[in-house]
């Protein structure tokens, strides 16, 4: 069954919309300026607030390693997401600090080019200035025949399409932000219907 990761959740509101929901992911923007950022303290009570079965992937671009160290080691998140330039140096680095797993984003524009890296997944996305969220799709062809890690995929996903991207790839699991909002804010309705569709198209 293909999982399903629930990205940009900032208020209380919509950690009990993802309790209700019970997406396998949720994820933490740790990208001060961005209009999801969340402080890490918040991160921390939102994760006690989350259910024991959800995991939290806390997204960074181009941070410091230090400060992904610290949020890890204060058992904040599972999952570490690199959502800019971080090169494998950077990655390798990064592993031998924290036991946390690592998603490497990959911007999908007029072709696909994935750098060698030790990161545990990839996240593919469209190209875009705000680095995700953008709600743009790409072509899921260019990656439907990739096979070397497992991936998300991400991109303008929403109830109305992804039936039909998971006709053309089958990906590790599936990541949604700004289609699962209504006026700027997570829309509990929607995350509840993303999850159900994804889970009764992917049963098998």
């Given at each position: 069954?293909?999982k399903?990761?629930?990205c940009g959740?900032r ?8 309790n ?6 949720v ?65 390798d ?12 984003s ?33 072509d ?28 053309v ?23 509840q ?12």
């Open positions: 069954m293909v399903v990761k629930i959740l208020r209380p509101e919509d950690i009990e919309a993802a209700a929901a019970k997406p396998d992911y994820g933490f923007i740790f990208v001060e300026g961005t209009k999801r950022y969340v402080e890490p303290i918040q991160a921390a009570q939102f994760r006690k607030d989350l259910a024991g079965d959800i995991q939290t992937v806390g997204v960074f671009v181009n941070a410091r390693i230090e400060k992904i160290v610290a949020i890890c080691k204060a058992g904040i998140i599972d999952v570490i997401q690199l959502h800019g330039e971080e090169d494998a140096t950077y990655i680095q990064l592993k031998g600090q924290v036991d946390q797993e690592i998603i490497k990959v911007a999908v524009g007029d072709d696909l080019v994935v750098a060698p890296n030790q990161a545990d997944y990839l996240l593919f996305d469209s190209l875009s200035p705000s680095r995700g969220g953008s709600g743009k799709i790409f899921w062809k260019m990656v439907s025949a990739y096979q070397e890690k497992p991936f998300f995929l991400a991109g303008g996903l929403g109830v109305e399409n992804i039936e039909e991207a998971l006709k790839v089958r990906p590790y699991a599936v990541d949604a932000s700004s289609s699962l909002e209504t006026d700027g804010v997570k829309d509990p309705v929607k995350m219907e993303f999850v159900a569709k994804i889970r009764e198209v992917t049963h098998d």
